[in-house]
C-alpha cells in the first residue's frame, strides 16, 4: 500500500482536505441527535418555545454545514482518487518502457493490460472509500459510542457484544474472500489473453475455421472467472444478513433496557431513549459500511500487490556511470561470448562466439529454426547483456555506450515488426523525427518501398492503421527497413526482414544496399541463401554455435550444414530462378 501511494504526488492535498471535511462532516452528523433530545426535553416536553426556536436553528445551521462538508469532502475524495490512478498508470507506463526485454519476458501482455485497467480501477475505488467510508464510520461508530455512553453507561454495554459478533464474521469473511480475489485477478489475465489473441490474429482464425473453439476457449476462461466470483460474492453475502442480526439484537436489548431505566429506575428520559436509538442505527450502519470497505481493500491488496510488482520491478540493463555518446564505426567483435535468457539455467542459447566483422561489411547470417541467430544480433544493440566474454562495437564494450546513443547507430528491423496507426510520413520519421520528406522518399527508394507508396491515393500521406494492418506483410517490412535506414546507423541489422518480400525486390533492395550505404555494417539474417550469397562473409549457426564464418563459394566447397541449404533450395527450385 505504501508503494502505491508514493504515486499520490500533488494529490496528498485533496487527500488530507477531504479527509478533514469528512471528519467535520461525522461531528455534525454525531451532534444532530443529541441537540434532537435537547429539542425535546428542553423545548417542546418543558413547552419553553424559545428553547424551541434555538435548538431548532442550530439543527437547522448543523444540516447545512454537514452538507456542505459531506458535498466537499466527495468532490475532494474524487480528485484524489482519479489523480492516483492516473499517477499509477503513468508510473507504470514509464517503468515498462524502461524495461529491458529481460523484464518484459517477466510479464505477459495481457497481464499487464489488467494492472493498468482493472486492478488499478480496483484501487482507485478502494481508495476513495479509504479517504471518505474508512475515516468516516470509525469516526462515526468512535462518537456514537462515546454519546451513548454518556447517556446511559450501562445500555451502551450491549454495542459491545454485537461489535464483537461483527469483528468475528467480517474477519473471517475477509480473510477466506481475500485468497479468492488472488485467484480472480489471474482469471482476468486468461480472459484478457483470450481475447487480445483472437483479435489479433482474427483473419488466421476465419481462415481455419476455427470460431467454435475460440468461442469455447474464451467460454471456459469466463466460465473460471464466474464461479470465482461467484464464489467470494456468496461469502459477501453473509455480511447482511450478519449485520441485521446485530441490529435487531441491539434495538431489543435497549428497548428492553430502555424502558426499564425510564418506567422503573427514572433515570433515563424518552428523548434521551430517542437520541440512543440514531446512535444505535449510525454506530450500526457504520459497522456495515467499514465491513464494504474491507471488502474492499481485501479486493484492492491484490490487485496492489500485482501493480507493486511491475512498479518495483527495476531494468536489468543501466548506463555506466560516465556513458559513452559516440559509436566511432561499425565495427563489431565478439569475444568468447556465451548468453542465456535465464542466467544460471545452464541452457545457453549462444555458446563461445568469436567473431570479428570489420566496417562496412556485408555479412549474412543463416541457421536452422532455434541455432541462436536473432540471439546473436540482440546482443549487439545490448537488448540483452553476455553472461561471459564482451561484445564490441566500434572498438568499445557496448555496456560503456549510452543505450540511447548504441541503439541509434544500430538499426535493427524485425521479421515481425510493427507499424504504428497514423500516415506513412510518421511512421518514417520514427527513424528520425527531423527527417524532411525528401529524406523519408530517398529512404523508400532504397528499401523499395516507393513502388507501392507512388500507386496509393494519397501517397506518402496514406493512413496505416493499427499494426500496418492495411498493407501487405512485404509492404510493411520495406517501410521498416524505410525507417530504419533514416536513422543513417553504424550498424544496419535485417533480422530475416524480407521474408515476405519477392527474390527479384530482394534483390534490388539488397543493390541500393550497396550503393546507398556502403560505409555501413549490414548484418542480413535470412533462411534463404539468395539474400545473403551477395555478402563478404556468411555465418553459419548451428546450435548457438559457430559452424563456419567465410563466403559463399568457400562454403559450398567446405561446410555440410550450407552445402545441405543450398542444395535443398537450389532443388526445391525457388529462390535461384530470379537473376540477383
Known sequence: MKRVLQQLGVYKKDTFLCVGLTALEVIMEILLPFITARLLAEGLEAGHLPSVYRYGAILVVMSLLSLIFGATA????????????????EAIYANIQT???????????????????????????????????????????????????????????????????????????????????????????????????????????????REDYEDKKFARASKNLYDLSVKAEGL???????????????????????AHFIVVDGTLGT?????????????LMSLMMLSMVVVMISMSMASIRRI???????????????????????????????FSYKHGSGKNALTDIDLHIKA????????????????????????????????????LDVREYDMEALRNQVSVVLQKNTLFSGSILENLRWGNPDATEAECVEACRAACADEFIDRMPDGYHTHIERGGNNVSGGQKQRLCIA??????????????STSAVDTATDAKIRRAFAEKIPGTTKIIIAQRVSSVEGADRILVLDNGRVNAFDTHENLLKTNAIYQEIYESQVKGGGDFDQPA
Request: with cysteine; hydrophobic share 50%.
Open 99 to 209: 524495461f529491458s526485454f529481460s523484464n518484459i519476458d517477466k510479464f505477459s501482455v495481457p497481464g499487464l493490460v489488467t494492472r493498468m485497467t482493472t486492478d488499478i480501477t480496483n484501487v482507485q475505488q478502494a481508495f476513495m472509500m479509504v479517504i471518505r467510508i474508512a475515516v468516516r464510520s470509525p469516526l462515526t461508530l468512535v462518537f456514537s459510542f462515546a454519546m451513548c455512553m454518556y447517556i446511559n453507561m450501562e445500555l451502551s454495554l450491549t454495542f459491545l457484544i454485537a461489535l464483537a459478533f461483527l469483528v468475528v464474521v467480517i474477519g473471517t469473511i475477509m480473510v477466506i474472500t481475500l485468497k479468492i480475489f488472488s485467484q480472480v485477478f489471474r482469471r482476468y489475465d486468461d480472459l484478457n489473453a483470450s481475447v487480445q489473441e483472437n483479435v489479433s490474429a482474427i483473419r488466421v482464425v476465419k481462415a481455419f475455421v
Open 271 to 283: 428523548a434521551d431513549l430517542t437520541s440512543l436509538y440514531s446512535y444505535i442505527m449510525s454506530l
Open 236 to 258: 459477501l453475502a453473509f455480511n447482511g444478513p450478519s449485520m441485521m442480526i446485530a441490529v435487531y439484537f441491539c434495538i431489543i436489548m435497549v428497548s428492553w433496557l430502555g
Open 360 to 395: 562496412g561489411e556485408t555479412i549474412g547470417v543463416i541457421g536452422g529454426t532455434g541455432s541462436g541467430k536473432s540471439s546473436l544480433v540482440n546482443l549487439i544493440c545490448r537488448l540483452y547483456d553476455v553472461d561471459e566474454g564482451s561484445v564490441r562495437v566500434g572498438g
Open 308 to 338: 507493486r510488482e511491475v512498479l518495483d520491478e527495476t531494468p536489468d540493463l543501466h548506463d555506466p556511470e560516465q556513458p559513452v555518446m559516440e559509436v566511432s564505426d561499425g565495427s563489431i567483435d565478439f569475444d568468447h561470448v556465451s
Open 483 to 496: 525507417r530504419a535506414l533514416l536513422k543513417k546507423p553504424k550498424v544496419l541489422i535485417l533480422d530475416d
Open 74 to 89: 466527495g468532490r475532494f475524495a474524487a480528485s484524489a482518487s482519479s489523480g492516483l490512478a492516473a499517477n499509477l498508470r
